[in-house]
T-cell receptor, first 113, second 113 residues
Framework: GAVVSQHPSRVICKSGTSVKIECRSL??????MFWYRQFPKQSLMLMAT?????????EQGVEKDKFLINHASLTLSTLTVTSAHPEDSSFYIC?????????FGSGTRLTVV | GQQLNQSPQSMFIQEGEDVSMNCTSS?????WLWYKQDPGEGPVLLIA?????ELTSNGRLTAQFGITRKDSFLNISASIPSDVGIYFC?????????????FGTGTRLTIIP
């Protein structure tokens, strides 16, 4: 079945630094990837949609300069949280669309201290 | 962003009991999906529904795509300990090339020993 690998699974960083999260589709080509954010005990909220070779489309209220998304190939998308602050601490999950549906990565727990 | 109304928010049941949860929306969807999320993990697809009225089973799980296209339910029969987790519905609205998923608010299932 379709597998999406997301790394790192956990990261702790200092305020003001940047963190990069990778999302790879291992056995299929993903023309579209999605990035979600999930706060504790809440649902998944879509942050942005990225298509290979083009600029990401951000949801309303999501700062594109803070959450940089790059989708350079059909199997890799990255999310960089720039100048991270404690309020950016959250669970970030990617999803890749290819074939029959959307497959999710295992998530990245970001803690900004 | 938009969210689907999912109920109940939480359930406390005994092992062996059946479980039922549902999602409703004010707008129609072309696809309904049901996911399960374990702590610290990404959602895993349980059942996908593509046609109004469709009833689909996956082992002990059964889900239906409402005739109005504005609702869906998920039933779990004879619950077992590994059913514990958070269940999310998700819908994909009509529109060519519309790949976005809207997620429900989640149902947290707990099995009382």
């Amino acid at each position: 079945g379709a597998v999406v690998s997301q790394h790192p699974s956990r990261v702790i960083c200092k305020s003001g630094t940047s963190v990069k999260i990778e999302c790879r589709s291992l056995d299929f080509q993903a023309t579209t990837m999605f990035w979600y954010r999930q706060f504790p005990k809440q649902s998944l909220m879509l942050m942005a949609t990225s298509n290979e070779g083009s600029k990401a489309t951000y949801e309303q209220g999501v700062e594109k300069d803070k959450f940089l998304i790059n989708h350079a190939s059909l199997t890799l998308s990255t999310l960089t949280v720039t100048s991270a602050h404690p309020e950016d601490s959250s669970f970030y999950i990617c999803s890749a669309r290819g074939g029959t549906g959307n497959t999710f990565g295992s998530g990245t727990r970001l803690t900004v201290v | 962003g938009q969210q689907l109304n999912q109920s109940p928010q939480s359930m406390f049941i005994q092992e062996g009991e059946d479980v039922s949860m549902n999602c409703t929306s004010s707008s129609i969807f072309n696809t309904w999906l049901w996911y399960k999320q374990d702590p610290g993990e990404g959602p895993v697809l349980l059942i996908a529904l593509y046609k109004a009225g469709e009833l689909t089973s996956n082992g002990r799980l059964t889900a239906q795509f409402g005739i109005t296209r504005k609702d869906s339910f998920l039933n779990i029969s004879a619950s077992i300990p590994s059913d514990v987790g958070i269940y999310f519905c998700a819908g994909r609205p009509p529109g060519f090339g519309n790949e976005k998923l809207t997620f429900g608010t989640g149902t947290r299932l707990t099995i009382i020993p």
